[in-house]
């Protein structure tokens, strides 16, 4: 009744004058605390309720870029009502960088709240000792060599797999009657295939479990159908094109199940049967009675075994960190190979003389990969120009200085990856697509070009999946390449990329064709 009686006694102008001097009131204290904030940094302006927001709307990518050429080497912005400081040369990311000093990722974001990551495994987790704990063993199945081998052999197989539908496509698109096994010519995506391939890697390397979603790709275009079972093989392309909401739901769903279950199949194996080496299987057993190793915090203290839930979380993130990393990557990579030929022609004799064409059993190896020495300087200098991780965001957890400031704890920064990899101070016709930076030493200093790449991030939030990461690109290089022509269908064509957590290639449409 009083509350009611309040309301009537004022009239519509009285909520008029209260809306504006509320709004006058707020608009004041912002730009109150913005003008008296500690070190103002140049940037441009926030505007109230939204900050920098409007900057965006030219993507990620070109508001860098902006940024770093009109207001330099570290200035501001304001995100989420958080201002934020953006850092583009590689000597102020040393700090972040360096392992003697511990950063944060982000604080609290409603955003993270909901997909349900906020203070939970690995990269949104601020906690340290919570942050640490899954770290450890994450990194500790990942790195694992037993883990590698079982990386290295499910690309070959699934490589075949996928191989195997090109040619099925090929056989069936290329219209003259006189084709035989090798003289056949396909027109397709690379992006859907190697999508589909990264989602089906990741999914069988930390669960233990196959999913079909190349199969899947496969009967979208083919009149042919896979050999595995509908039921298996129906919506899978659907599936890992589904938003990410929606999947993180069924995943928690499935991983439950695949968890129960492989506990009891490991709790009733007798200790001396060999155990498989997916992460899954890792995490389970770490710090048992049944580990191949001990897991330990950074202070040396022996850590708990993991919960179903801190399983769930860890794998979780690994299939989230790990799909469209590495399948954009090696879409870039196709792209710059087929525009800049001489690149792909010395590449292609560095893959002949480490595989003879004679070899009819093509396998990759652990041994095969340390070889590729040009490969891998293809794989960094396309991540130079284009970063597939565009920034990373830290926090510092206590006061630090550096760039000539003072930082107080929880100040935010983005490091600005794509700015610092094409820096002109500190590379040279930064535009230029050219390996040898990484491969010459008489032409580059690689010390210097070391210090100042920047693809996985470093210190103690280096990124954990740059081992499975690197091992994958590299076969798949080879084992492409190996076998195939490859083209672009026009190479006149801008790539089609996008800007989110990553930087995503939209489509990718190549001509193959049988090499050998
Ligand atoms: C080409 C592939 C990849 C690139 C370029 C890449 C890049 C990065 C970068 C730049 C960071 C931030 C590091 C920092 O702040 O210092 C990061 C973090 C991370 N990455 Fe990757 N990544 C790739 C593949 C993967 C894979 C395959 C996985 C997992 C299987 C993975 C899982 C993670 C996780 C969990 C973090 C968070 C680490 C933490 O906060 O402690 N990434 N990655």
Redesign the pocket.
């Known amino acids: 009744m009083i509350t009611q009686k309040i309301i009537d006694f004022f009239g519509i102008t009285d909520y008029f004058i209260l809306f504006f001097l509320t709004l006058t009131t707020y608009i004041f204290t912002f730009y109150y605390n913005y003008l008296i904030r500690p070190n103002p940094l140049p940037g441009p302006l926030p505007l109230p309720f939204i900050g920098n927001l409007y900057n965006f709307v030219y993507g990620l990518k070109s508001f860098y870029e902006q940024c770093q050429r009109k207001y330099g080497d570290i200035c501001e912005i304001m995100i989420n009502g958080h201002r934020c400081i953006v850092i583009s040369q590689p000597k102020y990311m040393e700090k972040?960088?360096s392992h003697s000093s511990y950063s944060g990722?982000l604080l609290y974001s409603q955003g993270v709240e909901e997909i349900g990551f906020y203070g939970r495994?690995?990269?949104?987790?601020e906690g340290y000792k919570s942050?640490n704990y899954h770290?450890q063993f994450?990194t500790y199945a990942?790195l694992a060599p037993r883990f590698m081998d079982t990386t290295i052999n499910f690309t070959n197989k699934l490589y075949k797999e996928m191989s195997g539908y090109w040619q099925s496509l090929g056989k069936q698109n290329t219209l003259s009657n006189n084709y035989d096994n090798k003289n056949w010519i396909l027109e397709t995506d690379f992006h859907g295939w190697f999508h589909c391939f990264a989602n089906d890697l990741?999914s069988i390397v930390?669960t233990g479990e196959r999913t079909y979603t190349i199969a899947s790709y496969y009967n979208t275009q083919s009149t042919i159908k896979s050999e595995h079972p509908d039921a298996l093989v129906e919506d899978g392309y659907k599936f890992v094109n589904a938003n990410v909401n929606f999947i993180k739901d069924i995943i928690f769903f499935i991983f439950d199940e695949i968890i129960k279950n492989r506990r009891k199949k490991i709790e009733e194996m007798p200790l001396d049967k060999d155990m498989n080496s997916d992460m899954l299987t890792l995490l389970i057993t770490a710090n048992t009675t049944k580990s191949i190793a001990k897991v330990k915090a950074l202070d040396g203290k022996m850590l708990k075994p993991m919960s179903d839930e801190e399983i769930r979380i860890n794998l979780l993130?690994?299939?989230?960190?790990?799909?469209d990393?590495?399948s954009?990557?090696f879409c870039l990579i196709t792209y710059y190979l087929c525009k800049y030929p001489h690149v792909k022609q010395k590449m292609i004799l560095e893959i002949d003389s480490i595989f003879p064409k004679s070899s009819e059993k093509f396998n990759v190896s652990r041994n095969d990969i340390s070889k590729l020495k040009y490969c891998k300087a293809i794989?960094k200098e396309t991540?130079r120009i284009i970063?597939?991780?565009m920034f990373?965001?830290?926090c510092t957890v206590g006061e630090c200085e550096f760039a000539g400031y003072k930082w107080p704890t929880s100040t935010h920064f983005h490091?600005n990856?794509i700015g610092a990899n094409n820096h002109p101070k500190f590379w040279s016709n930064p535009e230029i697509f050219d390996p040898d930076r990484f491969y010459d030493d008489n032409k580059y200093d690689q010390k210097f070009v070391d210090k100042n790449f920047?693809?996985?991030?470093?210190?103690?939030?280096?990124?954990?999946?740059?081992k499975?990461?690197?091992t994958?690109?590299l076969l798949l290089m080879a084992l492409v390449f190996k076998s195939y022509n490859v083209e672009l269908v026009d190479i006149n064509k801008p790539l089609k990329f996008d800007v989110g957590a990553?930087a995503s290639c939209q489509e990718l449409k190549v001509r193959i064709s049988p090499r050998i």
Not at 317 to 323: F, H, N, P, Y
Not at 455 to 460: D, K, N, V, Y
């Open positions: 972040f960088f990722r495994g690995i990269t949104l987790n942050w770290r994450f990942l990741i930390t993130e690994a299939i989230l960190g790990g799909t990393t590495t954009n990557l794989i991540n970063p597939v991780a990373t965001p830290r490091l990856i920047i693809m996985f991030g470093g210190g103690h939030r280096v990124c954990p999946g740059r499975l990461a690197m994958e690109i990553v």
